[in-house]
């Protein structure tokens, strides 16, 4: 049996529009002391059944799982692995030149604070919630059962994830590989660490904007800026990018570029050691497309000021730098920058740049991260590309 939680009368209605996410300041009393982890089943103020999902001592405090008076047990996650997976299937992206995607992405797969990346045939495990890292064991067995022989391994990366109050120790659940190990995006071969590695190894969602960015590279000088592991490069080297420069701050990054660029046999590529922001003030070469894809500047609200004059700067620089006729990838992946705001803060620096803009293409996350319609919070990634008079 599951601990109750009751919400306030007046604080149901985004439950009951089946939002995944519920406030602490909603819930009203529990029927017994709640902790991190707990599954808890959510009732009106009328003791009537809403939901049933995880909690957590933080603002999010329960995020819903079902919106079904149902069990959550293994054959309720191997169901919705099933249903993930078959959503991937029919997107096409289990191909012989394609084997890195996003296999469940938390709430747009119906599982709040879990996420599951692929690469050729080995799943890492991210959990976002302290209560998904308990039902870690149902995850790897889903997994199993649902995948058979397209599964060699499964690794637990959630020590980067979880609060510092929880002990994780990231490992192997099944299978081990070597590392770092060789998958496939779009034709390009990628070594691929996720012990090491940022994130889970790889940042996947960008894949169809690469691809994008390989339409538009042939015969192209390009500054790929922020390249961690040199995506954007490999995929303009492909489509014939007469010189692609990786340029990033980090020489660990560079390392791995330079070890992907190699491991492709790509030629007319150079990698660049160097700030950015700073870098971005004097260019020592004509480009004709920059591609800029930082971190995210902000992750929180209240940073969000800052944030967008740090984007507004960025761009402004990429903008007066660019030759004329040259298109700019420009890329915000923190939440807080909602799609419009990050639209007028590039529209705001072309004016402060001084030069004319147009907006070819508005550009988000693949469709392996999937959106949840009641949970629009999960649009993150949002980028345009700009033609530059």
């Given at each position: 049996m ?14 009951e529009r089946?939002?995944p ?5 909603a819930?009203?009393?529990?029927s017994e ?13 009328q003791s ?23 069990p959550?047990?293994a ?11 078959n959503?991937?299937?029919?997107l096409?992206?289990f ?6 995607f ?5 709430e747009?797969?119906g ?8 690469y ?21 067995e ?17 020590s980067?994830?979880l609060p ?12 081990s ?5 060789v998958a496939?995006e779009?034709?390009?071969q ?15 969602d960008q ?13 192209k ?6 390249c ?13 990018a007469?010189?692609v420069h ?20 790509f030629k007319n590529?150079?990698s ?13 070469e004509a480009?004709?497309?920059?591609i800029?894809?930082?971190?995210a ?5 209240d ?11 960025l ?23 909602d799609?419009l705001?990050?639209t ?6 072309s004016i402060?740049?001084g ?10 996350q ?13 649009e ?10």
């Amino acid at each position: 049996m599951s601990k109750i939680v009751q919400l306030y009368k007046k604080k149901t209605q985004s439950v009951e529009r089946r939002h995944p996410w519920i406030f602490s300041g909603a819930i009203d009393l529990a029927s017994e002391e709640l902790e991190d982890g707990d599954l808890v089943t959510v009732h009106d103020h009328q003791s009537c059944f809403l939901a049933r999902g995880h909690f957590q001592n933080a603002t999010i405090a329960v995020r819903v799982l079902t919106f079904e008076d149902i069990p959550i047990d293994a054959e309720f996650f191997r169901e919705k692995i099933q249903n993930a997976v078959n959503v991937r299937r029919s997107l096409n992206v289990f191909r012989e030149d394609n084997s890195i995607f996003r296999l469940i992405h938390g709430e747009g797969d119906g599982l709040p604070g879990l996420i599951v990346d692929y690469y050729n045939k080995v799943a890492v495990i991210q959990c976002h919630s302290i209560g998904m890292y308990r039902s870690i064991a149902f995850i790897a067995e889903g997994l199993k059962t649902v995948l058979k022989d397209e599964l060699t391994a499964i690794y637990n990366k959630s020590s980067e994830t979880l609060p510092d109050r929880v002990e994780v120790n990231d490992s192997y659940l099944f299978g081990s590989c070597e590392m770092p190990h060789v998958a496939t995006e779009n034709g390009v071969q990628f070594n691929i660490d996720w012990i090491n590695g940022q994130k889970t190894g790889f940042f996947i969602d960008q894949r169809e904007n690469r691809l994008l960015v390989g339409k538009y590279a042939r015969g192209k000088k390009i500054l790929n800026t922020f390249c961690y592991s040199g995506g954007f490069s490999l995929l303009a080297l492909k489509n014939g990018a007469e010189l692609v420069h990786s340029l990033d701050s980090s020489k660990k990054a560079i390392r791995l570029t330079d070890e992907n660029v190699a491991l492709n046999g790509f030629k007319n590529h150079a990698s660049i050691v160097a700030d950015a922001m700073e870098y971005m003030k004097e260019l020592p070469e004509a480009y004709d497309i920059i591609i800029l894809d930082p971190p995210a500047f902000a992750k929180h609200r209240d940073k969000r000021h800052k944030a967008v004059q740090g984007y507004k700067r960025l761009n402004a620089h990429a903008i007066r730098q660019i030759k004329p006729g040259g298109i700019i990838f420009t890329f915000s992946c923190s939440q807080v920058i909602d799609k419009l705001l990050f639209t007028n803060t590039v529209i705001a620096a072309s004016i402060e740049a001084g030069r004319n803009v147009r907006i070819l293409e508005q550009l988000h996350q693949p469709a392996d991260h999937p959106i949840a319609a009641v949970h629009p919070e999960g649009e993150y990634l949002k980028g345009l590309v700009i033609y530059v008079d």
